[in-house]
C-alpha cells in the first residue's frame, strides 16, 4: 500500500489494478492543481489535462474489462456511468480548446468534476464492484 500515496486511504479498495490506477489519477489530480497554482506553465496545463482525461478513460475501460471477465452483474449501468461521465468531460474539454475562456479556469473546472466525480463514484459503485472482484 506505500505505493497509493495519492489516493485518501478511505478509498482504497483492496484490488492492486483498480486502486493502482485511482492512485495514479489522484496522482494527475496533483500535478494539476501544482500547475494552475503555479502562474506560469500554461503550456503544461495542455499536456497535463490532455493526459487526465485519457487515463480516465483507460482506467475505464481496464474496469469494464475486469466487470465483463468477471460478468459483474451491474457491468451495464456501471459502464452507462462512466460514458455519461465522460461526455460531460469532453464538454469540458471542447470549451478548454475554445481558447474564449481562460485554460487556467476550465482547467480547475475539469480537475474539480473529475475528482470529486471519482471519488463519489469509487464510494457509491467501485467499493461494490472492488467487494465483488475480491470475492472471486
Do not use: C
Not at 24 to 52: A, G, M, R, T, Y
Not at 101 to 116: G, H, M, P, Q, T
Amino acid at each position: 500500500m506505500d505505493k497509493l500515496k495519492f489516493i485518501p486511504k478511505s478509498l482504497i479498495m483492496e484490488h492492486e489494478l483498480i486502486d493502482f490506477d485511482h492512485n495514479n489519477l489522484f496522482s494527475l489530480f496533483d500535478k494539476v492543481s501544482k500547475i494552475i497554482k503555479k502562474k506560469e506553465n500554461i503550456d503544461e496545463l495542455d499536456n497535463i489535462i490532455e493526459e487526465l482525461v485519457n487515463y480516465t478513460s483507460v482506467h475505464f475501460e481496464n474496469e469494464e474489462k475486469l466487470m465483463s471477465t468477471a460478468n459483474y452483474p451491474y457491468f451495464k449501468q456501471h459502464r452507462l456511468k462512466h460514458k455519461m461521465m465522460l461526455a460531460h468531460v469532453h464538454g469540458y474539454l471542447v470549451r478548454f480548446n475554445s481558447e474564449n475562456e481562460s485554460k487556467r479556469n476550465i482547467a480547475v473546472d475539469i480537475n474539480d468534476f473529475i475528482k470529486s466525480w471519482l471519488e463519489i463514484h469509487i464510494e457509491m459503485e467501485d467499493m461494490y464492484l472492488g467487494n465483488y472482484l475480491n470475492k472471486l
